[in-house]
């Protein structure tokens, strides 16, 4: 169908703030990330940087310990994504392919975990993973970021598995393969998108996480970005230089990884959500 | 697939850890909230329902609660509002509708102090982009500190909360317009329905089972949301921000009252998991009255 002139101007007007809105806060924090501290904090603000200086970043990679929160944050979201694709995979497998007594019930159980106030259980994880020595480790972030993930990435999974038909998974039993190789070598590459879906849910859900890691971890060369930069930004009589090229450097790698399955990961969310 | 025990070996790894890391602390803030233990690692001793009637009793969690009802109730109408308009335009066909639709989840992959410091520099008296464009608007007459009062706190956070929030909504709610068959509109256009006919009598009424199930979810996520409103008012000014979920951490970790921080824990689960279980029941049967 074809718009009138109206309908386009009202769209292209509607798509213009969406833009704005936005993509203008995440431009004006990376392009005052270069700024000079004078034009930072400037009476009237620039739309485009007028001085360049590289100062914020040096500063904060030098006489900063972000350079290692940066790599805790890398290491806890990757040990998470990986961990929780290894358990939802055949989780999911489980319950979307077979039948087994006591299905619907272990699945309603599962969807009530993701439910749940995450600060409930916050006093008690402290208090259990205290007996098991497990404070002030980046593993505490591990496990709690895949209980977190692990029911939501179950869910996700679903319409992925139910779009493979079942004569694929005949055959193979025909032919004899073994469950295991089933699910490693047949079903997983025919449900990538949905892997990938997972793994980006999990490392943003990680690389994001505030709450537990403020609690569970001690020392400052083991805190993650999230409770790591908050505290440069008490510590430090506001410098917005500084917190402006941590803000931008907090950014690049969630949208490196973005850049490569955002768009299976808008269809894993999406997907799931109606069906 | 029929196997049964080969269907529990694949699920018992995820469902053993799903109880030992959530399900077992769950029982262990139940038994909590009936001792009195302070600091973190101390043992405490049973004193029945003490905790519950002084929470009860008491105002802050009454408050807290009204906070948190204010929070979600006001997260839920600017989101949907913002987020059914920005779904309706990333429904059209136009150049660049698929990067659009990826890249708008932008503000929620961010980690939120990255948020949290994008918006206190853009709101700041000093430096800040937004006073001096509201003055030049003519909105304002001098620099104001969004965070300074009650009522401009509380306006802030859920704007900035559903500044982070709406483009998640936003692709929930596309994902159910694109469940409507295009046939309908096509008929209701043959028919000469206007724009606004065919979105009050075809669009609105099959989106509800969308929005139905995003009032459920959003509201459970919206409820727990605590980073935010830690990072940008620590529940201030005057505890006019704060909600549940940081009355319980500011009880349990900074006034080492852990006890009673559990109380509140136990107590707003269970609201919750009423509100879930009633809200999954309405839409049941809202479900098969259709």
Do not use: C
Not at chain 1, 151 to 167: E, G, K, N
Not at chain 1, 224 to 244: E, K, S
Not at chain 2, 109 to 125: E, G, K, Q, Y
Not at chain 2, 184 to 194: K, V
Request: aromatic fraction near 12%; charge should be positive.
């Amino acid at each position: 169908m074809k718009r009138t002139l109206p309908q386009s101007l009202a769209l292209y007007a509607g798509l213009a703030v969406i833009v704005l809105l936005i993509g203008l806060p995440f431009w004006w924090v990376m392009s005052g990330s270069i700024k000079l501290p004078r034009e930072i904090i400037s009476r009237v603000p620039t739309m485009v940087p007028q001085s360049f200086t590289l100062q914020h970043f040096e500063k904060l990679l030098q006489s900063t310990d972000f350079p290692a929160y940066l790599v805790n944050s890398l290491l806890v979201a990757l040990f998470s994504t990986v961990f929780t694709i290894a358990l939802a995979l055949p989780t999911a497998y489980a319950f979307f392919r077979m039948k087994f007594p006591g299905r619907a019930a272990l699945y309603r159980l599962i969807l009530v975990a993701y439910a749940f106030p995450t600060v409930v259980v916050l006093i008690p994880i402290y208090g259990l993973f205290a007996r098991f020595g497990l404070i002030d480790t980046r593993a505490s972030l591990v496990i709690v970021n895949i209980a977190f993930a692990l029911p939501f990435s179950i869910w996700m999974m679903r319409s992925f598995l139910a779009s493979v038909p079942r004569d694929i998974e005949e055959a193979a039993i025909v032919d004899g393969a073994p469950p295991r190789v089933i699910l490693l070598r047949i079903m997983a590459p025919l449900i990538a998108p949905g892997i990938a879906s997972v793994a980006i849910f999990t490392f943003i859900a990680s690389w994001t996480e505030y709450l537990f890691a403020s609690v569970l971890i001690v020392s400052d060369a083991r805190r993650t970005i999230p409770v790591g930069f908050a505290g440069i930004i008490g510590q430090y009589q506001i410098d917005w230089g500084l917190l402006l090229a941590g803000a931008t450097l907090a950014t690049i790698p969630v949208v490196i990884l973005f850049a490569f399955v955002g768009r299976w990961f808008v269809t894993g969310l999406t997907e799931g959500a109606v069906k | 697939m029929t196997n049964p025990r080969l269907a529990l070996l694949f699920v018992a790894p995820a469902l053993l850890f799903l109880i030992a890391v959530l399900g077992w602390p769950l029982v262990q803030a139940v038994i909590l909230s009936f001792q009195n233990v302070g600091v973190i690692g101390t043992e405490g001793e049973w004193i029945g329902f003490d905790n519950y009637a002084a929470v009860l009793g008491g105002s802050n969690f009454w408050r807290a609660l009204g906070r948190s009802l204010l929070w979600v109730v006001a997260n839920a109408i600017v989101q949907t509002a913002v987020a059914l308009g920005v779904a309706l335009i990333l429904h059209q066909k136009f150049p660049g509708v698929r990067v659009a639709r990826t890249w708008i989840i932008l503000t929620w992959i961010v980690p939120t102090v990255v948020v949290v410091i994008i918006w206190r520099w853009l709101l700041s008296t000093s430096g800040g982009m937004v006073n001096p464009l509201l003055i030049q608007a003519g909105i304002i007459q001098r620099p104001i500190g969004f965070f300074a009062t009650r009522e401009s706190a509380m306006t802030t956070l859920v704007l900035i909360n559903s500044w982070r929030w709406f483009p998640f909504v936003a692709l929930m709610m596309l994902a159910g317009l694109t469940r409507i068959p295009s046939d309908l509109y096509e008929a209701a256009r043959i028919d000469g329905a206007t724009a606004w006919k065919r979105f009050t009598r075809i669009t609105w009424p099959l989106l509800q089972p969308t929005l139905m199930m995003l009032g459920v979810v959003g509201t459970l996520l919206s409820f727990n949301v605590f980073d935010v409103i830690w990072l940008l008012t620590a529940g201030g000014p005057s505890q006019a921000t704060q909600t549940l979920p940081v009355l319980i951490y500011e009880t349990a970790f900074k006034g080492y009252r852990l006890s009673e921080a559990a109380t509140v824990s136990v107590l707003t689960s269970l609201l919750l998991m009423g509100f879930a279980l009633l809200a999954t029941r309405a839409m049941t049967a809202s479900e098969e009255a259709r």
